[in-house]
């Protein structure tokens, strides 16, 4: 019995639940689907770096890598990489993962004074093996792997994070500036999905938080046959719903990708006690077909597309009208 029809035969469907199962994917009917690069925020070069990558033929991995790698390097942005900004005792850590179309996924949390994330956790897919490597072991793995050590604290992040200790009043920020956590799903010239995920996390976190976007299911997940997803905002509320591991599966059920965000951003908002109006939450999704869609709590999330038709940042839906 191969995984598919495992799926078929003991899934909720065969428990009675009612779900209609895989009743609109199947590897075997996919029609030609051109390749599209789809990111969390407004993250133009990021997305025009991965396009470059998938329409010189090259692979949806290494497209997501290098789209997230832009960020990385920017020290302006102050969610990811370099110029992240750090937690309440003054340290940038950062959590990134990676996921290809075969389902192999490497991970790294917490790890500090190495800017890009995104390719530790790519050779900790290609090189070890493990999943996700953490702090000063990721940080050692990564040095071994010849990347640089180096400064990650900017002076204007450091400026920013000085000021914040004079009232040490911490509640999630909405959305900082323009974008958060990076994340990228693309589809390439074979028709093959990956994904990754980058973010110094939450600012003015306590020292040894993780975030979703690390987290295989939450913050990430990609299932060749189905399609991918990504997340950002406040994490601990993704890791609570498995939110991209729980947009894919209904996207498995047969809704498209902004029916599958909408009603994952839901789940998070009807839980009971839900202090939604205080927090951002905000998905993408690419299904096989090459169809896109997104949604988030609070207004001011978005998405940015590379396709054919050119790199364009599309406003998301969101729930929460009186933001
Ligand atoms: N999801 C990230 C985290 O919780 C932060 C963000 O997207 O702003 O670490």
Same mark, same amino acid.
């Given at each position: 019995?191969?995984?598919?029809? &495992?799926?078929?035969?003991?899934?909720?469907?065969?428990?009675?639940?009612?779900?209609?199962?895989?009743?609109?994917?199947?590897?075997?009917?996919?029609?030609? *689907?051109?390749?599209? *690069?789809?990111?969390?925020?407004?993250?133009?070069?990021?997305? +025009?770096?991965?396009?470059?990558?998938?329409?010189? +033929?090259?692979?949806?991995?290494?497209?997501?890598?290098?789209?997230?790698?832009?960020?990385?390097? +920017?020290? @302006?942005?102050?969610?990811?990489?370099? %110029? %992240?900004?750090?937690?309440?005792?003054? +340290?940038?850590?950062? !959590?990134?993962?990676?996921? !290809?179309?075969?389902?192999?996924?490497?991970?790294?949390?917490?790890?500090?004074?190495?800017?890009?994330?995104?390719?530790?956790?790519?050779?900790?897919?290609?090189?070890?093996?493990?999943?996700?490597?953490?702090?000063?072991?990721?940080?050692?793995?990564?040095?071994? $792997?010849?990347?640089?050590?180096?400064?990650?604290? #900017?002076?204007?992040?450091?400026?920013?994070?000085?000021?914040?200790?004079?009232?040490?009043?911490?509640?999630?920020?909405?959305?900082?500036?323009?974008?958060?956590?990076?994340? $990228?799903?693309?589809?390439?010239? @074979?028709?093959?999905?990956?994904?990754?995920? #980058?973010?110094?996390?939450?600012?003015?976190?306590?020292?040894?938080?993780?975030?979703?976007?690390?987290?295989?299911?939450?913050?990430? &997940?990609?299932?060749?046959?189905?399609?991918?997803?990504?997340?950002?905002?406040?994490?601990?509320?993704?890791?609570? #719903?498995?939110?991209?591991?729980?947009?894919?599966?209904? $996207?498995?059920?047969?809704?498209?990708?902004?029916?599958?965000?909408?009603?994952?951003?839901?789940?998070?908002?009807?839980?009971?006690?839900?202090?939604?109006? @205080? &927090?951002?939450?905000?998905?993408?999704?690419?299904?096989?077909?090459?169809?896109?869609?997104?949604?988030?709590?609070?207004?001011?999330?978005? $998405?940015?597309?590379?396709?054919?038709?050119?790199?364009?940042?599309?406003?998301?839906?969101?729930?929460?009208?009186?933001?």
């Amino acid at each position: 019995m191969n995984r598919r029809s &495992f799926i078929k035969n003991t899934g909720v469907a065969s428990l009675g639940i009612g779900l209609n199962i895989d009743k609109t994917f199947s590897s075997s009917n996919q029609k030609d *689907v051109d390749p599209i *690069v789809i990111a969390t925020w407004d993250v133009k070069n990021a997305t +025009n770096k991965a396009w470059k990558v998938i329409s010189e +033929n090259g692979s949806s991995l290494d497209a997501v890598e290098l789209g997230c790698m832009v960020e990385e390097a +920017n020290k @302006n942005g102050q969610s990811v990489g370099i %110029g %992240g900004l750090p937690d309440r005792e003054g +340290n940038v850590t950062l !959590d990134a993962c990676i996921m !290809d179309h075969q389902g192999n996924c490497g991970s790294v949390v917490y790890l500090q004074d190495i800017k890009h994330a995104i390719s530790v956790a790519r050779l900790v897919m290609e090189k070890t093996p493990h999943v996700m490597l953490a702090g000063d072991g990721a940080k050692k793995f990564a040095l071994s $792997m010849g990347f640089q050590q180096e400064n990650l604290l #900017t002076e204007k992040s450091k400026n920013d994070w000085i000021k914040w200790k004079e009232s040490e009043q911490y509640k999630p920020i909405i959305n900082i500036e323009n974008h958060d956590t990076i994340g $990228m799903l693309a589809i390439d010239k @074979n028709k093959n999905i990956s994904g990754g995920c #980058t973010t110094s996390g939450l600012a003015y976190k306590m020292q040894g938080r993780v975030g979703d976007s690390p987290i295989i299911g939450s913050g990430l &997940f990609i299932d060749n046959e189905i399609g991918g997803a990504v997340a950002t905002g406040l994490g601990e509320e993704v890791m609570k #719903t498995i939110g991209s591991f729980l947009v894919v599966e209904l $996207m498995r059920q047969g809704y498209s990708p902004d029916e599958a965000c909408k009603t994952a951003i839901e789940r998070i908002i009807k839980k009971p006690g839900s202090d939604y109006k @205080n &927090f951002q939450v905000g998905y993408i999704a690419l299904n096989k077909k090459g169809e896109t869609g997104s949604h988030a709590i609070q207004r001011g999330f978005s $998405m940015t597309k590379y396709d054919k038709t050119g790199n364009f940042n599309i406003d998301s839906p969101y729930f929460h009208k009186q933001g």
